[in-house]
């Protein structure tokens, strides 16, 4: 008889609220009549992820120490809670965004992706040895690539869904690749077991240990929309179904950052000196390649792509800075980044319900006076991103750059500091084009007039905007305990 | 003490946030800002009379840890000159918006939300003990000001924006890096902490940020756009208190914290300064429109102003924080009047202007009396202040001295033009006789602003001599000039 380990059911608990509302989301896309699957679906996304959100915080409160379960196979610690509890609330926020859509083929199979896909980031970041690395990856991107292609009546979504897949899935078959070699160098695939075997065995420095560690870098950025690897991002953020992509820029670059950090700084502590300075360039190259090609985008969902890029390379620093302070910024900065994603998105969702046409920055204009709330959300959301007070994002990027300064990285600094000033540009061009140009002045053709008056109000869209805005604007005020918070579970990290 | 200063920044936010949050009417929303606007005048004299100018130092101030792992708190109060640039704010953004209410902006809620919110940052970046507080204030300042240009600004407002913002935030970017590399070598990012720092690279983050934002020649690409294409009154605002605020930053934090940098660069600024003087001196003589004139002779004022701070002596500091306040009042008086002339005649330029004097004697009392305090007649408050700049200046080497001179008599010369060719001379094309005098509501717009210049005529030591009050504490910031020298 096979003897099976002793299963901490509490620090799986995240999981199994999503896996259990997915499965009842899927049973009523079967089960109920047409008219009701949308609600009922919604409801069990909303109460997955409220639950997942709740037992990831109490999980939180209640590991004190990190603990391996599950057979050494899963880590229960701070960390990845905190992380879960980011995803949960992304994956809450972007319900709400996606309930006043106009889908109704395949709904209820939407929700119940969605919280499948939930359930797997949070199984992917307490991962704590390669095996459930893999397992957890790919159990959150093939949800994924289906939400990705799940609209069939929007234009663009069946070749987003097929890009990501098959991009995703070479990426996914590097890290399998570096997982491949490391275990092949060292004999080991938990984490910490595999520090312990390099310095056990002297092995730093090679050869394949580097090649295996190069690879999973690699397959982790393409997660991360890190570039070089970033090619796919601005079709498939421009493709998928707009709330999708929202959750995409939230939680997807939020669990493959932490996991870079967990994974590097647990397992390879040892080649710090290689990967720090990998991150660094792959860092610089995300901030170049994501603020310069975003200048030239009209689409604002392109643009909003690329913006993701360069947010990688933003959160990418304090990861390369190797230091507690930087996890911890990391840590802070993925909180408001997440709810400026979310909310951003969430505005281009409404503009599209009203227009049925792609948002531009062309068929923006005006939107600031006709929609207050979403203007003024729109408007804080863009100052967010270019790292303005009264924003999180401001100080998520002084967190950042003080990491890498922290490091001896000056000139680190410098490069931050002029690629916020670069991005600047396009980001107050959204808000140029939604206050300081009247629609009359573009001369708009047939594309842009509301047809048929205002549109339906969409409170539960609203609510989100107002929530992500909440967060936005609460985390430049309540730094204090969201650091503590951060910092304690920056802890459980070996610093 | 120190919540008299913290409510003289959350008045404004906190009425900003009133007018944003209900639906109230135009009329209404420009009310609440008024209220807001004289309840701010009225915490600054209550806090003109707590305040003990014997003492000098830090006073009124309040602290509260903001995020403790790298030392950042919330830190504010004032020393002697910081508590005159507040009063300038809260008066300059009283007659700004005064004269918006009687304009009658569009978009009321939005715009007198952003007239408070940009008051609040104003008196937050004059009061920020805090290197990031005062980061935050001085970011705060922008945003406002880059929607208040760009949806109610003239024809070529977008183009003003874009170049305004990008030249302001790169300048600020550089100090942001600056502040982090300052404050984490120093283990703070207390202002009050005393250290000081030798490093050039660090200073000239922080000067960059300063000098576009004044601006000092080079750097004024972005001024004659935004002040042409502004509405008047956020002209007014730019060119009365945000400049202010980069001298105040110079002040604060370049000289005080930099001692040894300040020491090498300061010919190089000095230089900079002078030919700003000249130059601006120069472009407002030829200038063909009145906010031109106004926006040029900023550039000049700045120059000399400059002058006055990196004498780094009592008299030249001293000099520079009144003609800080002279010039304030005195340029936001004449935006707000060349609003007025170019609401009546539909433009600011010469060539169409003129005669406006005939049968329209209050017009024309305020605007003489203006200009004449702008050419610095002896006599006048901007005389005073120009007077102690040159006799600090003069200590450092005579040349400065001679440029200021000058450039004293360039200003008498575009002063005499503007006033001569908006008033005197046959009535332009663009003056007809309906054209009104003056009205009630500009008058106590711009009238409060002239007081306060007679004011200072009358008794220029009221700032002069209590700016930086002799403290023993080494915290002060005159004792720090001292070891500056």
Request: charged share 10%; hydrophobic share 55%.
């Amino acid at each position: 008889m096979i003897k099976t380990p002793h299963v901490d059911w509490f620090a799986l608990a995240p999981e199994l609220f999503l896996l259990g509302a997915a499965g009842v989301a899927l049973m009523a896309a079967v089960l109920l009549p047409r008219r009701i699957r949308r609600d009922v679906g919604a409801l069990a996304a909303t109460a997955g992820f409220t639950g997942a959100f709740v037992y990831a915080i109490l999980i939180y409160v209640h590991t004190p120490e990190v603990q391996s379960v599950i057979a050494d196979s899963v880590r229960r610690d701070r960390f990845g809670a905190l992380a879960q509890v980011i995803v949960c609330g992304a994956g809450l926020l972007t319900v709400g965004v996606a309930f006043g859509g106009r889908m109704r083929e395949h709904i209820a199979e939407f929700y119940a992706l969605l919280a499948a896909a939930g359930a797997g980031m949070c199984f992917f970041v307490t991962a704590n040895n390669l095996m459930t690395l893999f397992l957890g990856l790919e159990w959150f991107s093939i949800s994924l690539y289906i939400l990705c292609a799940i609209d069939r009546e929007l234009e663009g979504s069946l070749e987003a869904g097929l890009k990501y897949l098959i991009i995703g899935g070479f990426g996914s078959a590097v890290l399998l690749f570096g997982s491949a070699l490391v275990y092949g160098a060292t004999g080991e695939i938990a984490f910490n077991k595999i520090a312990d075997a390099i310095s056990a065995q002297h092995l730093t420095g090679d050869a394949l240990l580097v090649a295996g560690l190069a690879m999973l870098i690699v397959g982790l950025g393409f997660k991360a929309s890190a570039a070089p690897f970033h090619q796919w991002t601005p079709d498939v953020y421009e493709g998928a179904p707009t709330p999708v992509t929202g959750f995409m820029a939230a939680a997807t670059k939020t669990v493959a950052l932490v996991v870079t950090l967990r994974i590097l700084r647990t397992a390879f502590p040892q080649e710090a000196h290689l990967w720090t300075i990998a991150l660094a360039v792959i860092a610089c190259a995300s901030l170049a390649i994501g603020n310069l090609a975003a200048l030239a985008q009209r689409s604002v969902k392109r643009m909003l792509a690329y913006s993701s890029i360069s947010h990688a390379g933003f959160m990418l620093i304090p990861i390369a800075s190797d230091n507690a302070l930087g996890a911890r910024a990391l840590l802070y900065y993925l909180i408001p980044y997440s709810a400026l994603s979310i909310g951003a998105f969430a505005v281009v969702a409404a503009r599209e319900r009203e227009l049925a046409a792609p948002v531009t920055l062309d068929n923006l204009a005006g939107m600031g006076w006709e929609r207050p709330l979403l203007g003024v959300a729109m408007c804080t959301f863009m100052f967010g991103f270019a790292g303005l007070p009264p924003t999180g994002g401001f100080v998520g990027k002084f967190y950042a750059f003080s990491a890498a300064y922290e490091h001896g990285w000056t000139w680190l600094v410098i490069v931050g500091v002029v690629a916020t000033a670069v991005s600047l540009y396009y980001y107050l061009a959204v808000i140029r084009a939604m206050y300081m140009r009247p629609a009359t002045e573009l001369q708009l053709g047939a594309a842009a007039p509301v047809a048929g008056g205002a549109p339906p109000r969409d409170a539960m869209l609203q609510a989100s905007v107002v929530l992500s805005l909440a967060v936005v604007v609460g985390s430049f005020i309540a730094v204090e305990p969201l650091i503590h918070v951060a910092k304690l579970a920056a802890e459980s990290l070996p610093f | 003490m120190g919540w008299l200063t913290t409510s003289l920044i959350l008045l404004p936010l906190g009425a900003a946030l009133l007018v944003w949050l209900f639906p109230w009417d135009p009329f209404t929303a420009g009310a609440i800002a008024l209220l807001a606007a004289f309840g701010e005048v009225g915490l600054w004299i209550e806090c003109l009379f707590r305040f003990n100018f014997d003492k000098g130092g830090l006073q009124l101030d309040q602290r509260t840890s903001w995020f403790s792992d790298l030392h950042v708190s919330y830190h504010v109060g004032m020393y002697g000159f910081s508590l005159w640039l507040v009063g300038l704010t809260v008066v300059v953004q009283a007659a700004a918006i005064i004269y918006a209410f009687w304009a009658g902006r569009t978009g009321a809620r939005a715009y007198f939300g952003l007239m408070l919110l940009l008051t609040a940052a104003i008196v937050g970046v004059f009061t920020a003990q805090d290197l990031l507080l005062f980061y935050v204030f001085w970011e705060a300042m922008l945003i406002p000001l880059y929607v208040l240009i760009g949806v109610w600004g003239g024809p070529g407002r977008l183009g003003a924006t874009i170049k305004f913002f990008i030249y302001t935030m790169a300048g600020s970017l550089l100090m942001l890096a600056s502040i982090i590399v300052l404050g984490l070598s120093q283990g703070t990012f207390d202002l009050t902490a005393t250290y000081q720092s030798s490093s050039d690279w660090i200073f000239l983050g922080f000067v960059a940020a300063f000098a576009v934002k004044a601006p000092l020649f080079p750097l004024h690409g972005w001024l004659p756009d935004a002040y042409r294409e502004s509405p008047a009154e956020v002209s007014a605002v730019l060119s009365g208190l945000v400049s202010k605020a980069a001298i105040y930053g110079f002040i604060r934090i370049a000289i005080t914290k930099f001692p040894e940098p300040t020491k090498d660069f300061r010919t190089v600024i000095l230089v900079l300064a002078a030919i700003g003087l000249i130059y601006g001196s120069l472009l407002a003589f030829r200038a063909p429109d009145i906010r031109g004139v106004i926006a040029y002779s900023s550039l000049a004022q700045l120059g000399l102003i400059t002058f006055g701070v990196f004498a780094v002596n009592d008299l030249g500091l001293n000099g520079a924080v009144l003609q800080m306040v002279n010039h304030g009042l005195i340029s936001a008086a004449l935006f707000l009047l060349a609003g007025g002339i170019e609401r009546r005649a539909t433009t600011g330029d010469f060539s169409r202007l003129g005669g406006f004097a005939r049968g329209r004697p209050l017009l024309a009392t305020v605007l003489m009396t203006t200009g004449i305090i702008g050419l610095a007649v002896p006599g006048s408050s901007a005389f005073a202040g120009e007077f102690e700049i040159l006799a600090g200046v003069f200590s450092v080497d005579w040349g400065y001295a001679v440029v200021g001179a000058v450039a004293i008599v360039l200003a008498a010369m575009y002063m005499l033009r503007l006033i001569s060719a908006v008033l005197h001379q046959s009535p332009g094309p663009a003056v007809s006789p309906q054209a009104l005098d003056l009205r009630p509501a500009e008058l106590s717009a711009v009238v409060p602003l002239v007081a306060c210049l007679l004011a200072l005529s009358v008794w220029p030591a009221a700032i002069t001599q209590r700016s930086f009050t002799n403290d023993q504490g080494s915290k002060d910031v005159s004792t720090q000039f001292e070891a500056a020298k």
